[in-house]
Structure formats: structure tokens, C-alpha cells
């Protein structure tokens, strides 16, 4: 499906559900929202990664104006919906302040077989927190958005995001996940074996007799 939207380019990736806060301070950015906010209408996050227009984005809704401060600044409260490719992009849309474009939404296709891999990734999850000592609140390893609700907690690069925009199926987009925990967690084991290491330099050392 194609369709026409209003961009709020930044260099971020907004998977489909999330929830994401942002404050407003650009008049053209201001111009949007108030125009989102006065006909209903949806947004879109075009991801610039490196400063490039990265070609992908998420179809996002206004949920709630938070906050409007005296100089017409905003808080907003948003929701990713669907991710998309930019078929075109008009910097700026004519007599508007923000830029536009056409864009293919990515139809999430139901996969065939039951949902797989979720106990596995929940496990590895915990496995790179744990050696990154990191105490983060994780879904249950039933959900059906598994894999966007993990997209921001496991390390990915901002590129690697936008590559798991572009996976239809859910199971695909964990065994994605799931290589780069298997990729990541043995370089993660090593440089805290060698942070040990550099720790222990200095130190009285007991070493246990090797029998031979």
C-alpha cells in the first residue's frame, strides 16, 4: 500500500508499538503536529542514519499534545504503527514549512508456523545483560511483537535497526535477533575476561599446582 506523509526525519528507529516521547521546537515541526493534531492525521519518522536518509521509516500517531509551553514549543506522545519504504522524498512539501514524500507501507505478514525462538531470546537477552551488568525489565517470551519489543535492549547499531524494519515476519525478525546475541555474547565474555585481567594486575595471585 502506498500513501502520502508529512516526515519528522531523525536519526532513530521507531518500531511498530513503541512508545515514543519527543519535545517539539522547530517551527516546521510545530507546523506538523498542529496540523496532525487538527485533522487526525498520521506522521512519518524517516530514519537518517550517518546523516543519509536511510530510505526506511515508521508511520507514526499522535496520541497526546503533553504539554504546549508559552513560546509554542511541544511535548508529544506518539506510537510507532507500521514501518515503511520511502518511494520519494520533497523537501518542503509545497506551502508547508516540513518535508514529505510517498511511501510503501510493509505489510507485517502473519507468519505460517506458530511463533518459535522466544524462550531462547528472552534467555540470551538475559545472558548480555548479565555480563553487561545491566538491569532492564524484559517482555514475556510469549509476545507477539517479541522482536520490536527487544529491538532497542540487545545492542543493536541504529543500521541494524532499520534492517529489522524491513523483516515481514516476526519469526524471521527474532532468528535476526537471535544471530546477533549468538555474534555478540562471546565478544561481550572476552572483554569482561580480560577487564578481570587488567583488574588483577598488580595483585598477589594464588595459582593452584598443576598436576601432571
Known sequence: MQKALPFFPLSIVVFPGEILNLHVFEPRYKQLIHECAEHETTFGIPTFIDKVLSGMGTEIALLNIERVYDDGR?????????PFKILSFVNPIEGKLYA??????????PDLEPLQYGELLISLTKELHQYLNVDKELPDAFVADLSYQLG??????ITQESQLLQIDSENTRREFLIA??????PIVREMERAKALIQMNGHFKHFDPLNF
Open 74 to 82: 511541544m511535548d508529544i506522545r506518539t506510537q510507532g504503527l507500521q
Open 100 to 109: 514529505g514524500g510517498e511511501v510503501s507501507i510493509i505489510s507485517r505478514h
Open 152 to 157: 532497542h535492549k540487545i545492542g543493536l547499531s
Open 180 to 185: 546477533h546475541l549468538q555474534a555478540a555474547i
